[in-house]
C-alpha cells in the first residue's frame, strides 16, 4: 500500500470502526517478529566450522517467564475472531456463502505466502546444490519456513468459524464451554491416563477456544458488562488459574516452545497457554481506552493503518531477514557464541539490531505488492458443492502450511521427508498442497453451482 492509498484508507476509516482491533492486530505481529529475534542463539565458530541455531529458552532459565509478556499469539487469535464474526456475517447479509469466505481468507493468507514459498523453493534448491556439506545448510533451510506453522493453525480456526458462529450465537457459552472442556479433557487423557496421541487434538481445541472469545467481542459483551470489569475478572481468573496449573500441576511457565522442556505448552498447545490467554484478553480489555484515545489521533492511526498495510508481508520475511544477517556475519568471518547467560551476547544482538530491522524494511518494499486482499466483489453463494470444494481447499491448506512448518525447505534437492503427525511430508507435497488449496479456493466460487 503506497502513501497515497494509506492516507485514502485514513481519510476513508468509518466512526463505527474499532481501531483496537486493529493495533492489537498489528502489534501482535510486530511482537513475533522481535520475539523470533530476540529467541534466536546462533553459534557461528569459524575455526570448527560450527552452525547451531538454538533458543535462548533452552540455556538461560531466566528467560522463560519473559514469553508471559511476549508470546502474542493468542491475542492475533482472539482479533481474528473477531474479525471473522463481521466478516462472515456481513457476508451472509450481502448473500455470500461458506466458498466466498474460505476463498477471501485463502486469499489473504495464501497468496503472498505462496510467493515466499516460490522464493525459498529455489532459495533452498540453490543453497543444497551450492553447499551441499556446510553444516549451516540443513538447520538454515529447515528453520526458514518454521513460521508457516502458525497460518496452518489459523486456517483451523478460520475453517470452522462459521460453524461455531453459528453454534455460538444458538447455545452461546456453551460452545466456549465445550471447547475448554475438552482441551482440559484432552490434558487429563494424555498425561493422568497416559494416552499420547490425543495430545494433537489440543491444537484445535485450545485455539479454537481462544478463538471464540473473539466472538463474544463482536457481540459487544465488553459493553454491555464494561471493558474494565470484564478486563479485570478475565484477567484475574486466567492469572489464578495459570498460577494454579504452575505450581500445583506439571505444567511450566514458559508460553514458547524449545527443546528439552518437560512439557510444552504451545507444541501442543495447553491448559495453561488457555489461561494464559484469559489473563492477556482480560489486559487487552484493560487497556482499550486509554489506547482508542491515542487512536484517534491522525498521525497515530495512520502508523496503524500502515503497518496492517504490510504486517503478513513482514511476518512472512522476517525470518529471511535473520537468516541472512547470520549468514552475513557468517560470510565476512564473524563469530557468535550463543550463550544467552554472558552479558556478550545481548551486546552482540542489540547491535545486530539495527541489520535485521533495515533488511525487514527492504523486504517488505520488495514483496509488498502481494500483501493483498482478493479483489473479488461478486459473490458466488450459498452452495453444498462449492462448500465442499471450499472445505477441500483449506484441509489441504493447511495440511502444507503444517507441512512446511516441519521440513522447512530442507530438501528440495535431496528430498528429505519429515512427518506432520504421522503423515510424511516433504518440501514438494507441501509446495502441491499449497497450490492444490489456491485452485481449489478459486474453483469453488467460480465452478457453477450444482443441484443439492
Known amino acids: 500500500m503506497g502513501d497515497m492509498s494509506v492516507s485514502a484508507a485514513v481519510a476513508a476509516t468509518p466512526a463505527t470502526r474499532d481501531r483496537y482491533v486493529d493495533l492489537v492486530r498489528v502489534g501482535s505481529l510486530l511482537g513475533v517478529v522481535l520475539g523470533h529475534f530476540a529467541m534466536a542463539a546462533v553459534v557461528l565458530d569459524h575455526a570448527t566450522g560450527t552452525v547451531e541455531v538454538a533458543n ?11 514469553t ?42 495464501l497468496l503472498p505466502t505462496a510467493v515466499f514459498v516460490g522464493v525459498w523453493l529455489f532459495l533452498g534448491a540453490a543453497v543444497e546444490v551450492l553447499w551441499p556439506d556446510s553444516p549451516a545448510t540443513a538447520p538454515l533451510l529447515q528453520i526458514s519456513g518454521q513460521l508457516l506453522w502458525f497460518i496452518g493453525i489459523y486456517l483451523i480456526a478460520a475453517a470452522f468459524a462459521p460453524a ?12 466456549l464451554a465445550l471447547l475448554v472442556g475438552a482441551a482440559v479433557a484432552v490434558d487429563a487423557l494424555r498425561l493422568a491416563v497416559g494416552l499420547d496421541g490425543v495430545k494433537w487434538l489440543n491444537f484445535a481445541f485450545v ?64 491448559v495453561a497457554l488457555l489461561a494464559f490467554a484469559c489473563a492477556q484478553a482480560g489486559l487487552a480489555l484493560l487497556l482499550r481506552e486509554p489506547a482508542r484515545r491515542l487512536l484517534e489521533r491522525r498521525r497515530v492511526w495512520t502508523i496503524v493503518v500502515a503497518g496492517g498495510a504490510v504486517a503478513m508481508t513482514a511476518f512472512l520475511w522476517h525470518f529471511t531477514a535473520l537468516v541472512a544477517v547470520h549468514a552475513g556475519l ?11 547467560t554472558a552479558a556478550s551476547f545481548w551486546w552482540a544482538k542489540l547491535a545486530m539490531l539495527p541489520a535485521f ?15 493483498r486482499p482478493p479483489g473479488r466483489t461478486d459473490l458466488a453463494g450459498p452452495s453444498a458443492w462449492r462448500a465442499c470444494v471450499a472445505g477441500l481447499s483449506v484441509a489441504c ?56
Open 330 to 340: 557468517w560470510g565476512v568471518g564473524v563469530d557468535l557464541a550463543g550463550d544467552p
Open 357 to 371: 530491522l533495515a533488511l525487514v524494511a527492504v523486504l517488505v518494499l520488495a514483496w509488498r505488492r502481494f500483501d
Open 164 to 175: 461455531l458462529l453459528a453454534a455460538h450465537d444458538r447455545w452461546g457459552g456453551w460452545t
Open 207 to 270: 485455539w479454537l477456544a481462544i478463538h471464540q472469545l473473539g466472538f463474544f467481542y463482536a457481540d459487544g459483551v465488553a459493553e454491555r458488562v464494561g471493558p474494565r470489569r470484564l478486563g479485570g475478572t478475565m484477567l484475574g481468573l486466567g492469572t489464578a488459574s495459570l498460577v494454579a496449573l504452575v505450581a500445583w500441576g506439571p505444567y511450566g511457565w514458559s508460553m514458547v516452545s524449545y527443546d528439552g522442556e518437560p512439557l510444552s505448552n504451545l507444541a501442543p498447545p495447553t
Open 397 to 452: 491448506a493447511i495440511v502444507g502450511m503444517l507441512g512446511f512448518a516441519v521440513v522447512g525447505f530442507r530438501g528440495v534437492t535431496t528430498g528429505y521427508v519429515g512427518h506432520v503427525a504421522v503423515l510424511p511430508m516433504n518440501v514438494w507435497a507441501a509446495a502441491g498442497l499449497t497450490s492444490a488449496a489456491i485452485a481449489l479456493s478459486r474453483l469453488a466460487v467460480a465452478a457453477p453451482a450444482r443441484r443439492r
Open 56 to 66: 535462548v529458552l533452552e540455556t538461560a532459565a531466566w528467560t522463560r517467564p519473559l
Open 68 to 109: 508471559l509478556a511476549f508470546q502474542v499469539m493468542p491475542l492475533f487469535f482472539v482479533v481474528g475472531g473477531f474479525a471473522h464474526a463481521t466478516s462472515w456475517r456481513s457476508l451472509r447479509a450481502r448473500g455470500g456463502g461458506y466458498a466466498d469466505f474460505v476463498h477471501a481468507r485463502i486469499g489473504r493468507l
